[in-house]
Each structure stands twice: as C-alpha cells, then as structure tokens.
C-alpha cells in the first residue's frame, strides 16, 4: 500500500471513530484475515478499543502485516481448540483481560463453544461479540440461548459488494491454478455447492464465462432461486458429483465428506471459498488415497482407478493470489467499528442483533467521500 493510500485509509478510520465512538471503552480481542491492508484496521480497532490481542486466521496471514501489527499489539495464535474447551478458553481471556470488560471481534464463530461458560465464569464483564461471516453467524444462531447480545454484519447490505468481488476472486484463482497446470475452465461443467450469496456470486461468473453451471444447495428456496436465474439444479448431491470437472464449494459448512470424494469424476477440481477445516471433510477420505503435490497449490488424490485434484489443500482458493477485494472491504470493515459501539451502549438484550440502518448509511456516505473521488 503506497503511503498516501495508507494516510487516506487511516483517515477515513479515523473520522468512523470519531463519529462511532463507543460509550465505554472495553478490551477487545480481534480475530481477522491478517491481510496486507489490515494493519490499518488493527490501528482503527485500537482506536476504539483497548486492542488485548489479535489472533490471526492462520491461513490467511501476509507477514509484513503481522510484523507491522506486532510492532503494537499483542499477536496469538488462533486454533478452534483455544475456544472449543470452555477451561481452556477462560484461562486465555483470564490471563489476558481478567477483572475487565471486553468485547470479542469474530471472524467464524470461534468463540462460540465457550460463550456461555465465559459469560458466566469470566471476572470480568462480556459485553458482547461482533460477527463478520455467514458461517459465524449460523453457529451463533444454533446455539441454544445466547448469554450475550451477538451483532453479526454478515447479512448487512454492505457486505454485498465484497460478496460479490470475493465471487469474483473465487472464480480467478481457480481459473489460475487450472491453467498452472495446463487446464482451462472451458469444456468442464461446474458444480456450485450453496447458492448462497457467494455461491450465486461464483455461478453467474462462471456462466458469464462460458462454462456449463449446476448448483446444488439443500434450502428449497435457494434451489427455487437458482432455477429462476437459468442454472440447472441438481435433485440430489452424488448424481451432481459424477458429472462435474469442477466443483466450488461455497456452503460455510461442510460440503463435501468422505464418501462424497469417491462420485468425483477422474480429474476433477475441488476449490472451496473458506477453511478446508469448514467446508471439506478430508478426515474421513478413505486411507488408500495417496497425495500428491502435482503443481503450484494443487494437490491429487488417486487412488486405484480414480483420482481428483484438490485447490490450495482445501482451504480458500481465493487466499492464493491475496483475496483482495479493494476498498470495498473497508465498508464492512466500517461497521463492524461501529458495532463496537452499538455493543458498549449496554441496551441490547442477549441475542442476535444488526448494525441499525442509519448507521450504516452514514458509513456509506463517509466511505463515498474517500473512496468515491
């Protein structure tokens, strides 16, 4: 990032602060893509917040951006395992914030498992949790009864615009990790599993591409959807699977299992728009496949008289070439600050919430008058 866009973006950060800014002021813990622009989001989280630690999604780490965020603010190291076991989890927020109040920035729904036990356990206050993803979200929402308010911007109309782009940055890196090999898009029917905003975002590129799209989703009306947008949909996953050269798992949840691997066509491609550990199954394939790295983020499963290749480990394809999205990604970035605000003002009942309409015009309105010259 040139140093003028980096003052530019700092600024914009800087006027969302003063006009958000949150009534009390709370310890935080920030989980985040750790990009090559988010330091300057760390810098505006810091701004709002006593910033306690940033744990990083570990696929996802530039480390120039880490070196720079750790010149500041505590760096720790993410696992579902830190949350997933409510000791285990207390003892880290204990021995990072206890006695304070603090609020928890999400990106999935890892802190999910141990909420209620923090909620209840923690000496200190938990205002609440902000959540970014569709995937968070839904684990937040199947939880029996949440002890806390959950502010989710998943669903905001701001994020439509990086929905789409990440759609777009989807398609590009299959296209490019295809074509390292050799391989092209053209002439090989394409799987969409979930049609979702992100699914439906990488069908309709890919169509515009030429390539022959079936979806598969299990909501009845996302099937309905699809059908009204001229895709064919897939009655049933296996039959799905034997037909498609490529297959764009983009559920949040899992897509794909173990036996699912096996209706695969020879040389098939198995992209994912999120964690492997998220979408894929890879656990549960049988031990007679063999791996193989066989190019640049492509490994090949074979086994007697099958194989199919599988993008960047099952992990986000998208991550290969950056998943930049542009300043686009500063609007949710945007409100997931004035979340924080929204959180500290203490009248939110326990549940799931959004950032009010207003505001998030407001945040539009500042972000044109930066990004919109």
């Not at 780490?61 to 207390?90: M, S």
């Not at 940055?169 to 599993?193: C, K, N």
Request: net charge negative.
């Amino acid at each position: 990032m040139e140093t003028f866009e980096r003052a530019k973006l700092d600024a914009h950060f800087a006027r969302i602060a003063v006009q958000f800014a949150p009534d009390e002021q709370t310890s935080s813990f920030l989980i985040t893509h750790l990009l090559a622009e988010r330091p300057a989001f760390v810098r505006a989280v810091a701004a709002m917040t006593r910033l306690t630690a940033v744990l990083p999604k570990p696929k996802s780490v530039h480390l120039a951006a880490q070196r720079e965020t750790e010149r500041t603010v505590v760096v720790d190291t993410l696992t579902r395992e830190l949350f997933t076991d409510p000791d285990t989890a207390l003892d880290y927020f204990e021995s990072r914030a206890a006695g304070e109040p603090i609020s928890l920035l999400d990106v999935g729904g890892y802190f999910a498992p141990s909420l209620t036990d923090l909620h209840s356990r923690f000496t200190g206050r938990l205002v609440g949790v902000v959540e970014d993803t569709e995937n968070g979200h839904r684990r937040y929402e199947a939880l029996d009864k949440l002890p806390c308010p959950v502010i989710s911007v998943a669903r905001s109309p701001l994020k439509d615009p990086e929905d789409y782009l990440v759609g777009q940055s989807v398609v590009f890196s299959t296209e490019a990790v295809m074509r390292g090999r050799g391989d092209i898009l053209h002439g090989r029917p394409a799987l969409v599993i979930g049609f979702g905003k992100l699914g439906s975002s990488i069908a309709r590129l890919l169509h515009a591409k030429g390539v022959q799209v079936t979806v598969f989703d299990i909501d009845p009306v996302r099937r309905t959807q699809a059908l009204s947008q001229g895709f064919t949909v897939a009655r049933d996953r296996e039959t799905a699977l034997t037909g498609a050269g490529l297959v764009l798992c983009a559920t949040g949840a899992v897509s794909l299992r173990g036996e699912d691997f096996s209706h695969l066509r020879n040389g098939a491609y198995v992209a994912t728009v999120t964690s492997s550990e998220d979408e894929l199954d890879l656990t549960g394939l049988p031990d007679v496949y063999t791996r193989t790295v066989v190019g640049d983020h492509v490994t090949r499963y074979q086994t007697t008289g099958h194989y199919f290749y599988l993008a960047n480990g099952g992990n986000a394809v998208n991550f290969v070439h950056g998943a930049s999205v542009g300043p686009f990604i500063f609007l949710i970035q945007a409100e997931i600050l004035t979340a924080i605000r929204t959180l500290t003002r203490g009248d939110l009942a326990p549940g799931i919430h959004e950032v009010p309409a207003p505001d998030r015009e407001a945040i539009a309105a500042t972000w044109l008058s930066y990004f919109n010259r």
